[in-house]
């Protein structure tokens, strides 16, 4: 059905915080690979950052800091629009609609949500809730083909597909939305928790040593990996040999990416031996990838007033699409716009 839709990518990243290796390695790496050939569309989803409660100052520098780390990783805004989620209300109106179209049955089934809201669900905030429905809006508000996400994010891009299946077949405007595909890396869908390979790296977790910042220093590096859980067998030789070893395939599966290596090509190479050479091998990897990506970070980090320029002039594109886009549905749903 998305065949006869113009390939547009859209993907989005909350300002939370410090991004990490599972944001570059699951997400940002693609986007920019992406840029290349197709249309991009980025976004700092600001929205759905407070969904869990943000300081406002905080906000706005993780904000600027996402921004910067786009720019940093490679994405260029002369090519790809980048953007502020807030700064275009035409998200937060289809949200609502998709309010509507979504069910509750569908929301209830969102293993994220479970997750994040932990035992004390009556406390959680209806936005974490509706969370997926607001994500369907971003995504759809620019009728986008391709979404690269991480695997993490596979339940709610099923659940995008839906409401856009249900709105199409509610409205008999069969084809109005694409059914969008998700773009997630097959040989590293989620990058793990350096302290717990059950768990995803990720952001909020509260040890800095389960993660490594896009903006560590060198010696951060060599310390968490250094520190990086694994057990006491040797490297095997055998991927099947691996099963029962969440730590031990984690750090396998981050060095053969980031050498550009197949996991058998790893395994050949390092059968026998123990972790240290892996983690020596695998520290000075990362050190040359993200270093640099660190330095410059920090330096974009300075120029605020060109952070928020390209904010801006991302936000003024991406409105020309989204106002089109929403009153065609605020047609198809019955609304008289003005
Ligand atoms: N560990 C991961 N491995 C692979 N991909 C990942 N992503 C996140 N963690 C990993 C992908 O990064 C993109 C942006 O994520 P996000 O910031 O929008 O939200 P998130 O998934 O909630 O990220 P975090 O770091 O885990 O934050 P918290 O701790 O706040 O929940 C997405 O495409 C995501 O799949």
């Given at each position: ?14 300002p939370t915080g410090n991004l990490h290796l599972g944001n ?176 995803k790296m990720s952001k909020s977790d509260e040890s800095e ?16 990996i250094k520190k990086a859980k694994t057990d006491s067998e ?105």
């Open positions: 059905m998305s065949n006869n839709f113009k390939q547009t990518v859209f993907s989005g990243v909350q570059y390695l699951g997400a940002i790496k693609n986007f920019v690979e992406l840029q290349k050939k197709m249309k991009c569309i980025y976004c700092v989803v600001d929205l759905h950052a407070i969904t869990v409660f943000q300081d406002s100052k905080e906000l706005k520098k993780n904000m600027l800091e996402t921004t910067a780390t786009f720019i940093a990783c490679g994405l260029d805004f002369k090519k790809s629009i980048i953007f502020n989620q807030s700064s275009v209300s035409e998200h937060s109106e289809l949200a609502w609609i998709f309010n509507c179209i979504s069910r509750i049955g569908w929301m209830n089934r969102m293993t994220q949500f479970k997750e994040k809201a932990g035992k004390n669900k009556e406390n959680a905030s209806v936005g974490l809730y509706v969370y997926p429905n607001l994500m369907a809006a971003d995504i759809l508000l620019y009728k986008a083909t391709h979404v690269p996400v991480g695997d993490d994010q596979k339940q709610h891009l099923e659940l995008v597909r839906d409401i856009a299946q249900k709105f199409n077949n509610d409205y008999k405007s069969d084809n109005f939305f694409p059914i969008p595909e998700p773009l997630i890396q097959k040989k590293l869908s989620r990058v793990m928790s350096l302290r717990d390979g059950k768990n040593y389960s993660r490594i910042n896009l903006q560590d220093t060198e010696d951060e590096i060599y310390k968490k040797p490297i095997p030789s055998r991927i099947e040999d691996l099963k029962n070893r969440p730590e031990a395939l984690n750090l396998i599966n981050i060095y053969s990416f980031i050498t550009n290596k197949t996991l058998e090509n790893t395994l050949d190479s390092m059968a026998g031996k123990d972790f240290s050479k892996l983690k020596k091998e695998l520290s000075d990897a990362l050190v040359a990838t993200i270093c640099p990506i660190g330095k410059k970070i920090k330096e974009l980090k300075k120029d605020e007033k060109y952070l928020i320029d390209i904010l801006k002039k991302g936000s003024n594109k991406a409105k020309e699409i989204a106002k089109i886009n929403i009153n065609k549905v605020k047609d198809i749903v019955g609304f008289i716009s003005h």
